[in-house]
């Protein structure tokens, strides 16, 4: 039992009947996860009524802020904020992806295939060129042949 009296302005603090320190006192709440900084950890006795009067809600938001919850939910709405920020960006990136990069990547992609194409058809005509350079050359030599051999 964890008790406190008030005598001449100056409090004193009890556990299990033998006195004790402020400080231990708050070690002992903190101990077991008790937020002696929470305004709502002791009911005064003039709040008494007032929390007997509370709507179902409101006492439990008492309780939950008493007990440490509502640390927990201030996190929770934080996060889900963070993630609405995220979400956002995330749709903003989607966007610049689909209509900006996206058909600047199909205009490359064409042109690339072009690219390839050309250099296709520039090594066959290369190709084709001493194809046609051996075909002459062998022309003429046969022409030259026939002709040396009229000529005798």
């Not at 101990?31 to 709040?47: A, Y």
């Not at 919850?69 to 966007?95: G, N, P, V």
């Not at 194409?117 to 066959?124: A, G, L, P």
């Not at 190709?127 to 005798?152: G, I, T, W």
């Amino acid at each position: 039992m964890v008790t406190r009296t008030i005598e001449n302005s100056k409090s004193k603090y009890y556990i299990g009947g033998k006195t004790e320190t402020a400080e231990k006192v708050k070690s002992l709440f903190c101990s077991v996860k008790l937020n002696v900084n929470n305004p709502h950890f002791l009911i005064m006795q003039g709040r008494v009524t007032k929390v007997i009067n509370m709507k179902p809600k409101e006492v439990l938001g008492l309780i939950e802020e008493a007990a440490g919850i509502s640390l927990y939910q201030t996190k929770k709405e934080q996060t889900i904020a963070l993630i609405k920020k995220k979400d956002m960006k995330l749709q903003e990136i989607e966007k610049i992806l689909t209509e900006e990069v996206n058909p600047q990547l199909e205009v490359l992609q064409k042109e690339k295939a072009d690219f390839n194409t050309f250099k296709s058809n520039e090594t066959t005509l290369q190709e084709n060129e001493k194809v046609l350079a051996a075909f002459e050359y062998h022309e003429s030599s046969r022409f030259l042949r026939n002709s040396s051999e009229k000529d005798r």
